[in-house]
């Protein structure tokens, strides 16, 4: 797999019929190795070692019901009253950031209301805060470390 713009994590990874898989340390088990998930570790791993976000309230590809078709958020936090709060989408490495890719996040946040979409291909990594009042994104440096 391609070396990604996040510090490095002890990944445990297991081949198994011509496959290899990575354990999810939220999902306590292992799952197939794709290059999206390759990203989604890396996330994972940054936003409980680097960013301090407790495991207890992040969700791992959340159902949700958009125009009566299911969708999954890669990553969902949610805040201390249990409401969503950060909405972040993952891509593989080689898949570049389009507004198509905003567009998808920006369609899950009609649904869920979060305070903060960040969009990342492991490569460029993207943070912005929602202004409810002027229904406007203001891009961030980073995303926000959390707050106790």
């Known amino acids: 797999m391609v070396e990604l713009n996040f510090p490095t994590y002890p990944f445990r990874l297991k081949s198994k019929e011509n496959k290899v898989f990575i354990f999810d340390i939220l999902r306590k088990k292992e799952v197939v190795l794709t290059p999206e998930e390759w990203v989604r570790q890396h996330v994972l791993h940054w936003l409980i070692n680097a ?3 407790p495991a207890s309230i992040i969700a791992i590809e959340k159902q949700l019901q958009l125009n009566k078709i299911t969708k999954r958020t890669d990553i969902l936090i949610f805040d201390k009253s249990g409401q969503p709060d950060v909405i972040i989408e993952c891509k593989a490495p080689h898949i570049s950031i389009t507004q198509n890719s905003f567009d998808q ?4 946040n009609l649904k869920l209301n979060a305070n903060v979409l960040m969009v990342t291909n492991g490569l460029q990594h993207y943070y912005c805060a929602i202004d409810h009042t002027n229904e ?3 891009f961030l440096p980073e ?3 959390y707050q106790k």
């Open 105 to 108: 996040i920006a369609r899950y």
């Open 51 to 53: 960013k301090k976000y």
């Open 136 to 138: 406007a994104y203001v």
């Open 143 to 145: 995303l926000p470390t």
